[in-house]
Nanobody, 122 residues
Framework: VQLVESGGGSVQTGGSLRLSCAASGYTVTYSSYCMGWFRQPPGKGREGVGVIKGFGSTMYTDSVKGRFAISYDCTKNTLVLQMNTLKPEDTAMHYC????????????????WGQGTQVTVS
């Protein structure tokens, strides 16, 4: 499985960014997958942003609820994170991750990770 993120960059407070994660070798069905976005702010540990599982069920960390939206196109094998109303505290390296189906939460062991894409909000 290979995951490649894109779409990061620098934006002003209140702006928007759309991150994409192209997955290859990740064979899933609409009802059976688990993917997530995580981020690591400067000098801090990695934290979960949002996860999405089979049938499109999503979960978000409290700080991004109402501002971020995660989606997964099974036909294109692409995970997307739409980020709106960005704040300086959203500045971080953002990573996508994939796991086999089953329990899909921030505590899930994700064996597959992308290389990350930087988001900077000023």
């Amino acid at each position: 499985v290979q995951l490649v993120e894109s779409g990061g960059g620098s934006v002003q407070t209140g702006g928007s960014l759309r991150l994409s994660c192209a997955a290859s070798g990740y064979t899933v069905t609409y009802s059976s997958y688990c993917m997530g976005w995580f981020r690591q702010p400067p000098g801090k540990g990695r934290e979960g942003v949002g996860v999405i599982k089979g049938f499109g069920s999503t979960m978000y960390t409290d700080s991004v609820k109402g501002r971020f939206a995660i989606s997964y196109d099974c036909t294109k094998n692409t995970l997307v994170l739409q980020m709106n109303t960005l704040k300086p505290e959203d500045t971080a390296m953002h990573y996508c991750a994939a796991a086999s189906s089953g329990l899909c939460t921030f505590a899930t062991r994700f064996p597959y990770w992308g290389q990350g894409t930087q988001v900077t909000v000023s």
